[in-house]
């Protein structure tokens, strides 16, 4: 459990990522890797989310952000790291259709950002058919411009 102590403090397996509100200092794992090793390009975009946990409950959220690679929710609880969940997230199209992209999802991080968790996932064995629908899904979306 991480507590606040002039920043934030990011769980990610046995490495820790601490957040000021000025610089942001990664710690290296033990391999001298740093932490975040993304291999695809995630857009800030907010969409309903639920996430199914293996004892069949269920706790709603939001994104923060998305990609064909993972995404990062904001939840009122915790996950347990390093395990595996079900997740949906409802898209909307360009023309106002409604469609969910679901599959499992494994744990990578969590951070307590006010009353929600941040919680970063990667897509562990997404289907071909919620694949492209991802993918269509992030070819529309307009990067943010800038302030």
Not at 30 to 40: C, L, V
Request: proline share 4%; hydrophobic share 40%; aromatic share 4%.
């Amino acid at each position: 459990m991480a507590s606040k102590c002039g920043g934030m403090v990011f769980l990610i397996g046995d490495r820790r990522h601490v957040e000021t509100w000025r610089q942001v200092l990664i710690l290296e794992n033990q391999d001298g890797f740093p932490m975040d090793n993304r291999g695809s390009v995630r857009k800030l975009v907010t969409l309903k989310a639920r996430v199914l946990l293996a004892q069949g409950r269920v706790v709603d959220g939001r994104t923060h952000d998305l990609s064909l690679g993972g995404l990062s929710l904001l939840l009122i609880a915790p996950l347990v790291p390093k395990t595996t969940v079900q997740v949906a997230i409802q898209l909307t199209g360009s023309a106002g259709a409604m469609q969910v992209v679901s599959g499992p999802a494994k744990v990578v991080f969590q951070v307590l950002r006010g009353d929600d968790y941040q919680i970063g996932l990667e897509w562990s064995g997404l289907d071909s058919r919620n694949q492209g629908l991802l993918q269509t899904f992030l070819d529309q979306v307009k990067a943010p411009k800038p302030s």
